[in-house]
Structures are given as structure tokens and as C-alpha cells.
T-cell receptor, first 108, second 113 residues
């Protein structure tokens, strides 16, 4: 079993829909990251969380430390949100453990 | 603009040849990392360096080598001993060892034919 599990693996949506991507982890962590990988391959950091909730534009990330679970929400989705979203955790210090990613496609 | 530069974006090599992937950062970060990404798998750590002239093996170091002669540079050599070298390679850096946030490059897609 992977230490970081994401669901769903693939997600399609119509423009404007509310989207949720889930991440569960089995190890103790110091921080959790949500990353975005576009088709070209480069990765951008969206959020780093250690508790609670963060919001940036149409993106919201939450984490429940007790339940070892995090969610990434996208409100009013747009085709430019199409990407792979990756959850990663810092188990100890700076080394990251990555989930396998959720591929999101938003259609006009 | 500060950032991490990986080059080239696409690389093709014949089987049995060594190949070196470049990673340069101008963020003045102490720590640098190399990850490998395969379809359907999460990124896996190949090597990391917490300070100049020092580096440690990650989870999948076999068949790879690195050097860290300068703070801003952390090249990765994929040797002929690496059995499945075709993959997407990502370089990352963080301000210092133990700092949780990482900054990523754009990646290099290596294809060995």
C-alpha cells in the first residue's frame, strides 16, 4: 500500500463544476503539499499545509491531521485547470513522499 | 527571475551511453534533489544534496550518479547501468535541509532507444 493515496485517479468535468480531489496518507507528517503538473511536465507548488485550510483564488486546500486526509477543491472549474494534481507529504524534514496524481480534464 | 532551470527538455540517447542532465538554480538554496517520474507512479527520489560537496542516495539511486561542486548546480548522470532509464526527471531545491517547501524545475524527458 502506498503511503500517500489519491482519489480519483482520473477526473473529467464540465466547465464551471466544483471539483474535489482527495489525498490520504499513512505516515506522520510535518507538512502536506498540493502540486500541479501541466502537460509539459513542469511542477508548480499550489499549497503547503500543516493544519486547517488555505485559499488561493478558486483553489481551496484543507487538511485534517487526525484523519490523515486532505482535499483540494477547485471552484468554477475552467479548461485551463486541466492538469495532473499531485499530493505530497513531508514525513520527516525535507524529503517528500508523492502520491501518483489525479489527472483532471475540464471541458468547455 | 529566480528559479530552477533544467536542460534539455527532451533528450534522446542510445542504449549503453551515459547521459548527463543539467539542473541549475539561482535561488541560493542549499538543498537540491533529483526525482524520477514513471507513468502511474509517484515521483521517486534518486539523489539529494543538502550542502555543497555532499550528497546522499535516495530510494532509487542504482545506475545514477551526481555531483555538487557548486551550490547552484546539481547534475545527474544516468549511466549505462541503469536498466530502465527512459523516464521523466525532475530537479527540485529547497532553501535548506529540513525546510519543507520545495521548488521544482520543468523537467527533462529522457528516452533511451
Amino acid at each position: 500500500k502506498n503511503e500517500v493515496e489519491q482519489s480519483p485517479q482520473n477526473l473529467t468535468a464540465q466547465e464551471g463544476e466544483f471539483i474535489t480531489i482527495n489525498c490520504s496518507y499513512s505516515v506522520g507528517i510535518s507538512a502536506l503539499h498540493w502540486l500541479q503538473q501541466h502537460p509539459g511536465g513542469g511542477i508548480v507548488s499550489l499549497f503547503m499545509l500543516s493544519s486547517g485550510k488555505k485559499k488561493h483564488g478558486r483553489l481551496i486546500a484543507t487538511i485534517n491531521i487526525q484523519e490523515k486526509h486532505s482535499s483540494l477543491h477547485i471552484t468554477a472549474s475552467h479548461p485551463r485547470d486541466s492538469a495532473v494534481y499531485i499530493c505530497a507529504v513531508n514525513e520527516r524534514g525535507d524529503k517528500l513522499i508523492f502520491g501518483t496524481g489525479t489527472r483532471l480534464q475540464v471541458f468547455p | 527571475d529566480g528559479g530552477i532551470t533544467q536542460s534539455p527538455k527532451y533528450l534522446f540517447r542510445k542504449e549503453g551511453q551515459n547521459v548527463t542532465l543539467s539542473c541549475e538554480q539561482n535561488l541560493n538554496h542549499d538543498a537540491m534533489y533529483w526525482y524520477r517520474q514513471d507513468p502511474g507512479q509517484g515521483l521517486r527520489l534518486i539523489y539529494y544534496s543538502q550542502i555543497v560537496n555532499d550528497f546522499q542516495k535516495g530510494d532509487i539511486a542504482e545506475g545514477y550518479s551526481v555531483s555538487r561542486e557548486k551550490k547552484e548546480s546539481f547534475p545527474l548522470t544516468v549511466t549505462s547501468a541503469q536498466k530502465n532509464p527512459t523516464a521523466f526527471y525532475l530537479c527540485a531545491s529547497s532553501p535548506r535541509a529540513g525546510y519543507t517547501e520545495a521548488f521544482f524545475g520543468q523537467g527533462t524527458r529522457l528516452t533511451v532507444v
